[in-house]
């Protein structure tokens, strides 16, 4: 997660459309080898690799349509929470995902939009601990470290 200072990223308008983009693909890259093995599998022998190709046309595009939706929705509900918080820290992710997962889950009523935000929000958190974890254990690594002096040489016994 950047810090406060960071700069790097580009400014929400453009990290929601840039997420977008790169979660659509993501989908459509997942959804192409899921479906191909799946199509290739369930084909008859002669047929295996029309099979394929053809549920990966179908399905394919639907899984990187509903990858873009969750990184959009999310990448604009974490702006947003940035904008109102005004701050830079891993809360504001478990915010935006609990809004994502209840956003998505709003037609199924009330019960799933509650657990949808919660588990949403839940999964989010694992995934902020795993990050800080590790860079906490990477950093660790790159500590300084005094260097090693020379042992003092030993007074000659007389």
């Not at 790097?8 to 459309?17: A, F, G, N, Q």
């Not at 002669?46 to 990187?64: W, Y």
């Not at 990477?138 to 007074?155: D, I, N, R, S, V």
């Amino acid at each position: 997660m950047a810090e406060a200072g960071d700069h790097s990223r580009d400014p929400c308008p453009i990290v929601i459309l840039n997420d977008f983009g790169a979660t659509f693909a993501m989908g459509v890259i997942g959804g192409t080898i899921w479906h191909g093995i799946k199509g290739f599998r369930n084909s008859p022998i002669g047929e295996r690799r029309a099979g394929a190709l053809s549920a990966i046309k179908v399905r394919a595009p639907t899984i990187g349509g509903n990858f873009g939706v969750w990184g959009g929705l999310f990448s604009t509900f974490d702006c947003a929470v940035k904008g109102v918080r005004r701050t830079e820290d891993p809360f504001n992710a478990i915010i935006a995902g609990f809004f994502t997962g209840g956003s998505l889950a709003l037609r199924g009523g009330w019960k799933q939009t509650r657990n949808g935000a919660i588990t949403c929000a839940c999964v989010l958190a694992v995934f902020e601990g795993v990050g800080i974890a590790m860079q906490r254990w990477m950093a660790y690594g790159q500590k300084p470290m005094a260097p090693q002096l020379p042992e003092a040489p030993q007074p000659l016994a007389a």
